[in-house]
């Protein structure tokens, strides 16, 4: 890779315009070489909002559990939560549905649950709208539970073929963390992950008074919205820097966090949002035939976020890479930049 380097800056450079994209952080493994680069606003050790890429450390954490036998990926989530926080979860056409979500629904976003975040109230706004125009606002699991019962669930949990995106699944696979352990989320990712893997720069954003991490903006505009980042937690309160989020994907697809054999069992694929898929706590990225017409971009499969963080990989042909754009008015960037990252890298 290292006759690559400077091709690989070239593309990062680039796609730096100030106007939709202000700084951009990546790096990139294959065949065990590894490069990492930024460009703008952004360092290569930047520490950085990761978004729902977290997804992936709260998807370690479950089959961490479940490989110690704390846990079935068919329990019902009543078996690990009270009833306060299940009753009226799940309501569809009259009928409660709330016993029948497991936490394998939850990481497959087959649940049918609304998303607290980006779900619309009787006012037709959503959180996010909120967010987006500066606007920061606190939350804690109480309210968002209480957000999603108020919408409608778009479908029955388990129904086939069925997949929405919902970010309420995670609040619920962080407090079933919390209750199985009896500890706070964060401690129990610095037992399990971080310390672990030497993760010394990746944390649960806990503090609005926290100013380490990097704001990401929307379209021209930075967003200072700390409050509101304490409140995502299990959804999408991580921050980490490209180098430690390579660390983390690898030891996730290698065994280092839990039995490389679940792999296999978490690539069950529903469609959830052109061109991603979502499988059981892990999403794939594979571009269409008309937009690939050679097959040369590999399938991948790991997490995004809407800041355009990721964190995405094809283990059989040790290919890895992860960064952000962190804008979220424009997460596709971080796409097209991979592509072309990965097509330099495999070309050589």
Same mark, same amino acid.
């Given at each position: ?7 690989? %800056? ?29 460009? $703008?606003?952004?360092?290569?050790? %930047?520490? /950085?909002? @990761? ?29 690990? +939560? ?33 998303? /607290? ?16 125009? *500066? ?6 699991? =109480? ?21 929405? /995106?919902?970010?309420?699944?995670? %609040? ?5 963390? =919390? ?10 990712? !610095? ?7 030497? #993760? ?24 200072? !919205? ?27 697809? *290698? ?26 706590? @892990? ?15 590999? =399938? ?5 976020? +809407? ?10 042909? $040790? ?17 097209? #930049? !991979?592509?072309?990252? @990965? %097509? ?5």
């Amino acid at each position: 890779m290292g006759s690559n380097y400077q091709q690989l %800056q070239e593309v990062l450079d680039k796609a730096v315009d100030r106007n939709k994209v202000f700084g951009t952080s990546f790096c990139i493994r294959h065949g065990g070489n590894e490069w990492c680069g930024a460009s $703008g606003d952004l360092e290569v050790n %930047q520490q /950085y909002f @990761i978004a729902s890429t977290t997804k992936l450390f709260v998807t370690a954490a479950i089959l961490k559990y479940r490989s110690v036998g704390l846990l079935s990926l068919d329990d019902g989530i009543g078996k690990h +939560l009270p009833q306060h926080i299940i009753s009226g979860l799940h309501v569809l056409k009259g009928k409660d549905h709330s016993e029948d979500i497991t936490i394998r629904h939850l990481l497959a976003h087959t649940s049918g649950l609304p998303d /607290y975040f980006q779900g619309k109230d009787g006012g037709g706004d959503s959180l996010e709208k909120l967010l987006k125009t *500066n606007t920061d606002k606190q939350w804690d699991f =109480e309210k968002a539970l209480e957000r999603s019962k108020m919408l409608t669930p778009p479908f029955a949990p388990g129904q086939a073929k069925k997949a929405h /995106y919902s970010d309420t699944n995670f %609040q619920l696979l962080g407090r079933i963390i =919390e209750a199985i352990s009896g500890r706070s989320l964060q401690e129990v990712f !610095i037992e399990l992950i971080f310390t672990p893997l030497g #993760l010394e720069n990746t944390y649960l954003y806990a503090d609005a008074k926290d100013r380490r991490p990097k704001a990401f903006y929307y379209k021209g505009l930075p967003l200072h !919205i700390p409050k509101a980042m304490t409140s995502f937690g299990a959804d999408g309160g991580i921050v980490s820097t490209s180098g430690e989020m390579m660390v983390f994907l690898e030891a996730f697809f *290698n065994g280092r966090l839990f039995p490389v054999e679940y792999i296999e069992e978490l690539q069950v694929w529903n469609r959830i949002f052109f061109p991603m898929q979502s499988g059981i706590g @892990i999403h794939r990225f594979k571009l269409l035939r008309i937009f690939d017409p050679f097959g040369r971009m590999p =399938e991948l499969i790991g997490h995004s976020g +809407l800041s355009g963080a990721l964190a995405f990989c094809n283990p059989k042909r $040790g290919l890895y890479v992860t960064g952000t754009v962190n804008q979220l008015a424009y997460p596709d960037t971080s796409f097209r #930049l !991979i592509i072309k990252l @990965i %097509q330099r890298v495999l070309r050589r």
